[in-house]
């Protein structure tokens, strides 16, 4: 394989263009067969890649530093230089990063909100992350991350995006509603409309409504600050403690933010008063505005897996190779299996990052976010988003 390598392309992240889709070529995939080419490339320099996607942290900033007094938890910014195989981003997307803890033999998974503007291939983006209180990479990624360190990375994806762009303008106004950490996304989005001469003056106003505990916790203070003074046609509006979101306060800044383009992303309960607001009369069925777009960091509670109207739920959820089974309960068969003191492997638990995948060998199970239900041998299945439906056998 060594004759194939180039030197890195500009930036040092990766072999040059040509020689990258030779690496990428079935040739090569056979040539390096069982393997394959990334594992021989990562032996050389852990920053080349033909497939696979990985990132040397550049360097990491403490955005707050948490208050054990108050509960508020330490956040940092990692600037992550990617390897020549990343696609860029859209902002608003989100990345899932693998880490190796510790101690621990395995790669544990979570997904990140890209908080830099929109990328391009191969370029630098960053990451803003809160260290949750007894959360396992949050934690590491905040507290222990070094410049030099290399994380594993999926492409960028999702669909909570800023649709609208300068190459497509529109006269509608947008709004951003976020609370805590929730700011990333959005914090991507005014980044990139700002570096990519949004303009204000043209009858198009950004509202951004950000909740945090208080001063001393909010993320990405000064360049908030900045924005706020600057004639840029983007008003922010930064509430504290017991400053909670109101209809009415909404109402006031923006009067027809049923109408306008809103981007949601925050903890469940400022999400729960933003839907009130955004949901429509009962005599139409309250339906939302399909002008809300969310985003969750967090599960919303998982619907159980319930039978049809008037019918029991019935039926045992075995995990074969553990040896241990239970009543099946209507939730997750990731939280039956943690219920039985199993440790399967987890990531986003919402169904996004493939992380939890496991073989239901027999049985019936239901999407507990769909509410589909099936009964398929052999079946790949994410145990996070699935309940068992009746007697069920996961590889597990
Ligand atoms: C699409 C998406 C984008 C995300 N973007 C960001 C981001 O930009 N910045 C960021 O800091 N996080 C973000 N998250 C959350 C992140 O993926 C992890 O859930 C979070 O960092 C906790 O992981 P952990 O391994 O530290 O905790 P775990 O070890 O998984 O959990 C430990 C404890 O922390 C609690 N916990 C886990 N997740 C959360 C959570 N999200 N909120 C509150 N408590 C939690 C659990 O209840 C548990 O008690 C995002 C999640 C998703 C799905
Ligand atoms: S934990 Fe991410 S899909 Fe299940």
Not at 44 to 70: K, L, Q
Not at 271 to 295: F, I, N, Q, T
Request: charged letters at 20%; aromatic letters at 6%.
């Amino acid at each position: 394989m060594s004759a194939l390598i180039s030197p890195p392309a500009p930036g040092g992240s990766g072999p040059g263009p040509v020689v990258g889709r030779l690496l990428r070529s079935r040739l090569a995939a056979a040539l390096a067969t069982p393997h394959g080419v990334d594992r021989y490339l990562e032996r050389f320099n852990p920053m080349w890649a033909a497939h696979e996607v990985r990132a040397r942290v550049v360097s990491v900033h403490r955005e707050t530093s948490g208050d054990a007094a108050t509960g508020s938890a330490p956040v940092a910014t990692l600037t992550l230089q990617p390897t020549s195989t990343w696609r860029g981003h859209r902002a608003g997307q989100h990345v899932l990063v693998g880490v190796e803890l510790p101690g621990t033999a395995k790669r544990h998974t979570r997904a990140f909100s890209i908080s830099s503007a929109a990328s391009a291939p191969g370029e630098r983006f960053t990451l803003t992350i809160r260290a949750h209180d007894e959360g396992q990479v949050s934690s590491y990624l905040v507290r222990e991350a070094r410049p030099g360190q290399l994380l594993h990375l999926s492409q960028a994806q999702g669909a909570f995006t800023l649709i609208e762009s300068p190459a497509t303008p529109t006269i509608s106004r947008l709004l951003f509603i976020t609370g805590g950490s929730g700011i990333t996304p959005a914090m991507s989005m005014v980044r990139t409309l700002l570096r990519d001469g949004y303009d204000g003056h043209a009858g198009r106003k950004v509202t951004f409504l950000h909740f945090a505990r208080g001063p001393e916790d909010q993320i990405f203070a000064d360049e908030l600050a900045a924005i706020a003074e600057a004639d840029n046609g983007v008003d922010v509006h930064l509430r504290y403690g017991d400053q909670r979101f109101s209809e009415f306060e909404l109402r006031r800044l923006v009067p027809d933010y049923r109408d306008t383009d809103t981007w949601l992303c925050g903890p469940a309960g400022l999400v729960e008063l933003v839907k009130d607001a955004y949901a429509g009369p009962e005599s139409s069925g309250g339906a939302l505005s399909p002008r809300l777009r969310m985003e969750f960091f967090k599960p919303a509670v998982a619907r159980a897996a319930q039978p049809a109207d008037g019918e029991e739920l019935t039926g045992e959820v075995t995990f074969a190779r553990s040896g241990a089974s239970a009543p099946a309960s209507g939730t997750s068969l990731l939280q039956q299996a943690e219920e039985l003191g199993l440790k399967p492997d987890f990531g986003c638990r919402m169904g996004i990052c493939f992380s939890c995948t496991r073989t239901k060998t027999a049985g019936a199970v239901r999407n507990v976010l769909t509410g589909e239900e099936s009964s398929l041998p052999d079946e790949e299945i994410r145990i996070c988003v699935t309940a068992a439906a009746g007697d069920c056998h996961i590889d597990l």
